[in-house]
C-alpha cells in the first residue's frame, strides 16, 4: 500500500514537469490486472483508508450508508472504476459532484469534476442503499441474510455487496466501519472497538470497528444478529473479541470450546511463524448453515457454526489463524498463487496435530499422499495454477502442502523455518508470488529448488512419493492414518465450499 500524500506533497504533485505532468487525464483501468478475474480491481488510483459509515434494517435486509474513501492517483485521471452493486445515489470526489454510471454488473465508473493529476490526493464519497442479498453479479450474490440478520463473510468477492472498493488484494487499506443497528442485535467487525456501542436514536446503537493494518477487501467483514460476545487480552496484552451466534443450539458448547483457544493457538504459531501481525484476534461463530464454511478475516475469523456439529475442532481454528501470516498479512499478488494461502495454513494444521500428539506431520502428509490413487483427478490439479473454477479444490490446500513438506525435507528443518519466518516478516503488509516464494527458499537454502516446486505445484500427475513410508503405502501397504487426517479433512470438505 502506497501512503496518502501528504497535502504538500500532493501540491508538489499537481505540478510536476515531464511527460507525467503532460500527458493527457485518461480513465483508470476496468480491472487491476489479475490473472484469473481481470476485471476486479481497478487502476488509476490506490486506496490507503475506507470509512464505512452504514445503518442495517435486519427485517428487509435494507442496508443504506456512505462510505469516504481516501486515496492517491497514480495516473492522469479523467475517469475512475469502483466496484460495487448496491445504488448509488451521490457520489463526490475532492467536495465536487461527480457523475457516475454502470458498466457491467459490479464496476461503478466515475467522472470527476475536474481531472486528478498523478499524485493527487482523492476523497471519494459514495452514498447508497440497496438490498444486499437481491443484488447478483458475476451470477451470485456473496452476502448472506440469515435469521436475525446478515453475514458479510466470502472469498474472493464481498466488498461489492456492503462497500465501493479497488477490491484486488494487490491495493490494502486501512477500515473504520460503523453500524447503526437496532439494540435486539449486535455489529461485529475487524480490529479493535475505538468506542462502546453508542445509542444513537430511540431502540438503536451505533457499533464501531477499526483495523489499523492494510487489510485486503475481501478480508474485511460485517456480520450482524444476535451475538454473545466475550473479551479478554493475551498474555501481551492484545484484545481478544470472540461471539458466539444466539442461534449455536447444541454445538455452542463444542464451537466455544475450540474458538476460545484462539489466544493459545496464535501464541503457538509465533513460534514457528515470527510475531503475530496484528494488533487484536478472536472469532465470530454464526448459526449453522449461515454462510457454509470459514474465512480467515484480518484480526478475526468468522466461522460457521457448522464445524461444530459433532464435536470440538481446533483444526480449523489453527488454519484460520495460520492465514493471519498467510494470506492476510502476506497476501497473494495474484488469485492463482492461491497455495500460499491455502497450502500454508493447511501445513499449519499439520504441525498442530504433531503438537496435540495426534499423528506426526510426517505421517499426516503421507496418510495424504496415499489417500489419492495416482489415477486420481486430485492429481492432475495444479496446485500453483488450479484455475478459477478450483481456486478452492482439495488439491491447493492437501497438495499445497505436500509442496511444502517436500521442500521441508529437501533443505532440511532449520532453513524451512527460516524461510517461512523470512516471508511474513519481509512480505507483512503486502503481496507475494509463488515465483517470490521460491526464490527466497533457494536463497535461504542455497539449493536449486526449481523442479521441486514445479512438480508438486504445476506438472500433472502423482509426485514420486515424498518418504519411504508414503512409497510403502502407494505401493498397496495398509496405511496407519493418524488421528487427525480425519478432522483435517472434515475441515477442508467445508472450506472448499467458498465458491
Known amino acids: 500500500m502506497r501512503r496518502i500524500l501528504t497535502a504538500t506533497a500532493a501540491v508538489a504533485a499537481l505540478v510536476l514537469t515531464g511527460p507525467a505532468a503532460d500527458a493527457a487525464p485518461a480513465p483508470g483501468s476496468l480491472g487491476i490486472g489479475d490473472s484469473y478475474f481481470p476485471e476486479y480491481?481497478?487502476?488509476g488510483y490506490d486506496v490507503?483508508?475506507?470509512?464505512?459509515?452504514?445503518?442495517?434494517?435486519?427485517?428487509?435486509?435494507?442496508?443504506?450508508?456512505?462510505?469516504?474513501?481516501?486515496?492517491?492517483?497514480?495516473?492522469?485521471?479523467?475517469?475512475?472504476?469502483?466496484?460495487?452493486?448496491?445504488?448509488?445515489?451521490?457520489?463526490?470526489?475532492?467536495?465536487?459532484?461527480?457523475?457516475?454510471?454502470?458498466?457491467?454488473?459490479?464496476?461503478?465508473?466515475?467522472?470527476?469534476?475536474r481531472p486528478l493529476a498523478v499524485g493527487a490526493a482523492m476523497t471519494v464519497v459514495v452514498q447508497y442503499s440497496g438490498i444486499p442479498s437481491q443484488k447478483v453479479a458475476s451470477g451470485f450474490t456473496s452476502w448472506s441474510r440469515t435469521a436475525d440478520g446478515a453475514v458479510a463473510v466470502n472469498e474472493p468477492e464481498i466488498a461489492w455487496w456492503w462497500f465501493p472498493s479497488n477490491d484486488h488484494p494487490l491495493d490494502k487499506a486501512t477500515f473504520d466501519v460503523s453500524v447503526l443497528v437496532p439494540n435486539s442485535i449486535q455489529a461485529i467487525s475487524n480490529g479493535r472497538q475505538p468506542t462502546a456501542p453508542v445509542p444513537e436514536i430511540t431502540g438503536w446503537s451505533r457499533w464501531s470497528w477499526r483495523e489499523t493494518r492494510p487489510t485486503a477487501t475481501y478480508l474485511a467483514f460485517l456480520v450482524m444478529g444476535r451475538y454473545d460476545i466475550e473479551t479478554d487480552t493475551a498474555a501481551d496484552g492484545t484484545p481478544i473479541v470472540t461471539a458466539y451466534s444466539a442461534n449455536l443450539g447444541d454445538s455452542e458448547g463444542a464451537a466455544r470450546a475450540s474458538v476460545e483457544?484462539?489466544?493459545?493457538?496464535?501464541?503457538?504459531?509465533?513460534?514457528?511463524?515470527?510475531?503475530?501481525?496484528?494488533?487484536?484476534?478472536?472469532?465470530?461463530?454464526?448459526a449453522p448453515a449461515a454462510f457454509g464454511f470459514a474465512l480467515e478475516n484480518v484480526s478475526r475469523p468468522v466461522y460457521d457454526g457448522l464445524f461444530w456439529r459433532r464435536a470440538a475442532d481446533t483444526f480449523v481454528v489453527v488454519h484460520e489463524n495460520a492465514h493471519q501470516w498467510f494470506g492476510d498479512s502476506v497476501a497473494v499478488a495474484d488469485w492463482k498463487d492461491i497455495w500460499?494461502?491455502?497450502?500454508?495454513?493447511?501445513?499449519?494444521?499439520?504441525?498442530?496435530?504433531?503438537?496435540?500428539?495426534?499423528?506426526?506431520?510426517?505421517?499426516?502428509?503421507?496418510?495424504?499422499?496415499?489417500?489419492?490413487?495416482?489415477?486420481?483427478?486430485?492429481?492432475?490439479?495444479?496446485?500453483?495454477?488450479?484455475t478459477p473454477a478450483r481456486m478452492f479444490n482439495a488439491a491447493v490446500y492437501d497438495r499445497g502442502a505436500l509442496t511444502l513438506h517436500a521442500l521441508r525435507l529437501a533443505v532440511g528443518d532449520d532453513a524451512f523455518f527460516k524461510i517461512l519466518r523470512t516471508w511474513a516478516t519481509t512480505k507483512k503488509d503486502g503481496n507475494g508470488s509463488t515465483a517470490q516464494f521460491e526464490a527466497l527458499?533457494?536463497?535461504?537454502?542455497?539449493?536449486?529448488?526449481?523442479?521441486?516446486?514445479?512438480?508438486?505445484?504445476?506438472?500433472?500427475g502423482r509426485p514420486a512419493a515424498p518418504s519411504p513410508a508414503a512409497a510403502r503405502l502407494a505401493a498397496g501397504a495398509k496405511p496407519t492414518v493418524p488421528e487427525s487426517y480425519a478432522k483435517i479433512q472434515q475441515s477442508h470438505a467445508l472450506l472448499a465450499h467458498q465458491r
Open 48 to 113: 490507503g483508508h475506507y470509512d464505512i459509515r452504514l445503518r442495517y434494517f435486519p427485517d428487509t435486509d435494507l442496508l443504506a450508508g456512505t462510505t469516504t474513501i481516501l486515496a492517491t492517483a497514480t495516473q492522469e485521471l479523467s475517469t475512475f472504476n469502483l466496484d460495487f452493486v448496491l445504488d448509488v445515489s451521490s457520489v463526490r470526489v475532492n467536495n465536487r459532484a461527480a457523475t457516475f454510471a454502470r458498466q457491467g454488473d459490479h464496476e461503478l465508473v466515475v467522472t470527476p469534476a
Open 41 to 43: 480491481g481497478n487502476g
Open 261 to 286: 483457544r484462539t489466544s493459545e493457538i496464535v501464541e503457538w504459531e509465533t513460534g514457528f511463524f515470527g510475531p503475530y501481525p496484528y494488533d487484536a484476534m478472536g472469532g465470530v461463530v454464526t
Open 441 to 460: 527458499a533457494e536463497q535461504i537454502s542455497g539449493k536449486p529448488l526449481l523442479q521441486l516446486f514445479n512438480t508438486w505445484l504445476f506438472t500433472p
Open 340 to 386: 500460499l494461502n491455502e497450502g500454508f495454513a493447511t501445513y499449519a494444521e499439520w504441525l498442530w496435530s504433531e503438537e496435540q500428539g495426534e499423528g506426526t506431520v510426517q505421517e499426516v502428509a503421507d496418510a495424504t499422499y496415499a489417500a489419492r490413487p495416482a489415477d486420481s483427478a486430485f492429481w492432475q490439479i495444479r496446485p500453483g495454477d488450479p
